[in-house]
């Protein structure tokens, strides 16, 4: 059997100091960026949490060139058990300020609309919010109104810190080897560009990066990107009778041959889309941006063939322009690489239920460093943190559904520790 663990006040305490500590560090990452991590402020807090690594007794704290930190906590038991290792991303979403974030908690939470008084118009309103009302008489935390919180990913965080210093004090829980990761630039899609395996050293892992409590994910979608360019024939207006070949109507009726119910803002649940993201260019050159989008490889193969097919016909109308389609693969629905041994999921779902927890599995339409991390060979499903709304100024988190994501963690070491074999 499991011990069931209940964290103490005290350990609730911990996890919500470390939270607010992360979240007043400056991490946003920068796409602009080409230095690893891609703003200094993701290095400043990864050191930090080596060094509080270190302080709770973890072993092999590393922080790699490649801005990863890495820490095992050894096993307590003598055991074949395969090693899991647990990740969460330091940066937070370019999408809004994560400067001076300044975290109120708001204890005890009475249900009523939370303004944030920095900004008095941001309002946490119950009818948009309704996991919110389910949270009454627990400490709900905010930012200010000026930035975002950061619970995207410091929850995650704070959430593996608190389970290892759990561990850490209680050599008596039977765990086999864990593996803690932080890694930068997730929010920018680099999170595990430079991870290796050989690195992370762990047969099965899970990131702490999901919203609502429950939520673990072991599909996502798979990922392609496609840079169109069209280029023209660029010709004097005043001379330009019969000669000059214009990019930009080109880049109109490429646009336009794309089917609009093929749109993000057209599909949803299992639905892919092809999704024209950015613009650039002059009449004599385009060049188009697209991101494909699709749970499926089939489906992802004939968005791809779509893009090729408007190219080819648009060129055979204008032989006089060249068009080329390049297209990058970016990630891929990780169930390919779950599906054939399902257990990291199944273990997840068994360390749900000592919580009573309804477990939500429903696939995300979009990507997380597990998506990356799987198809390396290391099968990472995504486990909740209780985030909600992210990357916005009114994201909250609750400290309650934080702690019950510690004690799925506790629980998860546990049970791997009876599995002899590795995934
Ligand atoms: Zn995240």
């Not at 400056?26 to 200094?40: A, C």
């Not at 820490?71 to 290792?85: D, E, F, H, M, R």
């Not at 990131?207 to 994910?217: F, K, M, N, P, Q």
């Not at 016909?313 to 068009?323: F, M, S, V």
């Amino acid at each position: 059997m499991n011990t069931h663990i209940t964290l103490n006040d005290a350990a609730i305490q911990d996890l919500e100091a470390r939270f607010l500590r992360y979240v007043q560090i400056d991490t946003q990452s920068d796409e602009t960026s080409s230095s690893v991590p891609s703003t200094p402020g993701q290095r400043l807090l990864l050191e930090i949490l080596a060094e509080e690594l270190r302080a709770l007794g973890a072993s092999e704290v590393t922080l790699s060139d490649y801005s990863c930190v890495f820490a095992t906590l050894p096993a307590t038991v003598a055991t074949t058990a395969p090693t899991i290792a647990f990740l969460a991303h330091v940066d937070t979403a370019p999408d809004f300020s994560g400067a001076d974030v300044k975290a109120l908690v708001h204890r005890a939470y009475d249900g009523q609309p939370i303004i944030l008084p920095d900004a008095p118009t941001r309002v946490l309103q119950l009818e948009e919010n309704p996991h919110l009302a389910a949270k009454i008489g627990e400490n709900i935390i905010t930012a200010s109104g000026l930035t975002l919180l950061g619970a995207d990913d410091k929850a995650g965080i704070a959430i593996i810190m608190t389970m290892a210093d759990y561990l850490l004090q209680h050599p008596e829980l039977p765990h086999g080897p864990i593996r803690i990761c932080f890694t930068p630039d997730e929010e920018i899609g680099r999170g595990v560009e430079h991870l290796t395996p050989d690195d992370l050293r762990a047969d099965v892992a899970y990131t702490l990066d999901g919203g609502e409590v429950g939520e673990i994910t072991y599909e996502t979608f798979s990922a392609d990107k496609a840079i169109v360019t069209i280029t023209g024939v660029a010709v004097h207006p005043g001379i330009a009778k019969g000669k000059l070949v214009n990019a930009l109507r080109l880049a109109g009726k490429f646009l336009a041959a794309l089917p609009p119910e093929l749109s993000p803002e057209m599909t949803t649940d299992r639905e892919g889309y092809i999704h024209p993201y950015r613009i650039q260019g002059s009449a004599a050159e385009v060049t188009l941006g697209f991101t494909l989008r699709d749970f499926e490889l089939e489906g992802l193969e004939a968005h791809r063939e779509r893009l090729h097919a408007i190219a080819q016909a648009l060129e055979a109308e204008e032989p006089r322009a060249r068009i080329t389609c390049t297209i990058t693969p970016q990630y891929r629905n990780m169930r390919y690489g779950l599906e054939k041994d399902m257990r990291p999921v199944e273990m997840a779902l068994a360390a749900l239920q000592p919580l009573g927890i309804p477990p939500l599995t429903r696939p995300v339409r979009g990507g997380t460093d597990g998506s990356g991390l799987t198809a390396k060979g290391v099968p990472t499903p995504n486990l909740f943190t209780g985030m909600e709304n992210s990357h916005g100024p009114l994201e909250w988190i609750s400290l309650q559904d934080m702690a019950q994501a510690v004690q799925m963690c506790l629980n998860l070491a546990q049970l791997w520790a009876k599995s002899p074999v590795a995934p």
